[in-house]
């Protein structure tokens, strides 16, 4: 007996001698504990006996049986070890909602991200309730009624949640929480079925993701969404942003390209019909290339080319935008504006052409003596009693003028009612300045 005790692991031994007692006490004698080979290697024995005693009621031997349970007790230690690492993952993911139930819905497991989502404690809930009294009672009741429709009977509280993972089919909906203090919440929560080895069901798992701020966000941006496309759609040409592509993919454009070109948005962006580039007159299209220049200097760029619209005709756009860039600088796209300019570019080519008739007309006409505005300055009076101006002088007597090398002299027109020069009887006299 004291060689066995010797085998036993020290830590354990006290084990044995309470078992020991227990028996002598008229109890059973079970106990598990290590043993130490003689090569060092430990073994865990379960040993399972009563104690016999004699004619006189004292203990006369312990009878029983002694059984290796290591390959056992490994296997549990290593259930243990992963069932704590499962714990310790569950109450490490404290921004997911796990709640983990038996077949009948009574909770089983409740993390500490359900804690904080829905404002129980485990101790309260685990045991004790079904997730069921976490939902809206109005929206549990619509389901069921959807569900009923479809399976053709009753779908009522908790088997509202697990219908479908029942038939193998994990369901994900988005449901609200009320919390413990009526505080409501919206989640994204996935229910599966927990399985067994034969495909039993052994439970079901609910796995929750507040969205409430996700979806305060989305409303946000589609509303801001909404007000950007509005202000889009009352400007006169179209907002872009592209690659910087030969093909210029579009990643968005505004739906006024369809008044510009004749096809609509969705056709262009991403290429899904169309590149913008396969629009752009093939003339013109090495123009817009140049761009890049622009934007390796991350400087604004403006451009006139050509569209070929669905209907077969030109227009004449205009160009405005600038290149996107991250904290590194590296360009991440462009973005800018196009708008009609072929009333403009028609208007511009019609003042063209008149200009170019004008020059060609002006160009081939006769020559005459030119009237000069020196020659007509030049003209001023020698003699005049009446103090006429020579501008006077000069349209009086236009038609009784005689000309020579040297002199001009003007011969006045009277009339009875307004004579030429006023104020004198004798005739002026004029010479030429030249």
């Excluded at 123009?287 to 227009?315: K, S, W």
């Excluded at 019609?350 to 030119?370: E, G, I, N």
């Amino acid at each position: 007996m004291a060689a066995f005790s010797q085998c036993v692991h020290p830590e354990d031994r006290h084990l044995i001698a309470a078992s020991q007692r227990q028996a002598e006490a008229g109890g059973g004698h079970e106990v598990i504990y290590r043993i130490v080979r003689p090569d060092g290697t430990t073994r865990w024995i379960h040993e399972l006996g009563r104690l016999q005693r004699d004619a006189q009621g004292r203990p006369q031997r312990l009878v029983g049986t002694v059984q290796d349970i290591s390959d056992s007790k490994q296997r549990d230690l290593e259930i243990h070890q992963a069932r704590g690492f499962l714990q310790a993952v569950l109450d490490s993911a404290t921004g997911v909602s796990v709640i983990a139930t038996d077949p009948a819905g009574l909770i089983t497991l409740f993390n500490s991200g359900a804690e904080r989502l829905l404002g129980y404690r485990a101790a309260e809930t685990v045991g004790r309730c079904s997730p069921a009294v976490f939902h809206l009672t109005e929206e549990v009741r619509q389901r069921g009624r959807a569900l009923g429709q479809a399976a053709g009977r009753p779908v009522e509280g908790f088997e509202v949640f697990v219908h479908n993972p029942r038939r193998g089919e994990p369901e994900t909906r988005q449901w609200t929480y009320v919390r413990k203090d009526g505080q409501r919440r919206t989640v994204n929560l996935t229910v599966s079925a927990i399985r067994d080895g034969s495909g039993g069901i052994t439970g079901f798992l609910g796995i929750a993701s507040d969205i409430s701020e996700l979806q305060q966000a989305t409303r946000a941006l589609q509303k801001s969404e909404s007000r950007f496309r509005g202000m889009v759609s009352n400007l006169p040409g179209v907002v872009y942003r592209c690659d910087n592509d030969a093909a210029w993919t579009m990643r968005y454009i505004s739906e006024e390209i369809a008044n510009l070109c004749g096809y609509p948005a969705n056709d262009l962006i991403d290429n899904r019909q169309r590149s913008y580039a396969s629009l752009i007159h093939p003339d013109d299209l090495p123009d817009t290339y140049r761009i890049i220049e622009a934007l390796a200097r991350q400087e604004a760029f403006e451009l006139t080319y050509r569209l070929r619209h669905a209907e077969g005709h030109d227009v004449w756009v205009r160009g405005k935008g600038r290149g996107e860039y991250d904290s590194q600088g590296q360009l991440l796209w462009i973005s800018g504006f196009i708008w009609d300019i072929s009333a403009r570019k028609a208007v511009e080519d019609q003042l063209k052409l008149s200009q170019q008739r004008f020059s060609t007309a002006f160009s081939t006409a006769p020559r005459a003596w030119p009237w000069s505005p020196r020659r007509a300055s030049g003209w001023r009076s020698t003699t005049s009693s009446a103090g006429c101006s020579a501008t006077a002088a000069r349209s009086c007597c236009a038609a009784t003028s005689s000309t020579s090398p040297t002199r001009t002299t003007c011969r006045p027109t009277w009339s009875s009612s307004r004579p030429c020069c006023r104020g004198g009887s004798t005739p002026t006299r004029w010479r030429s300045a030249t």
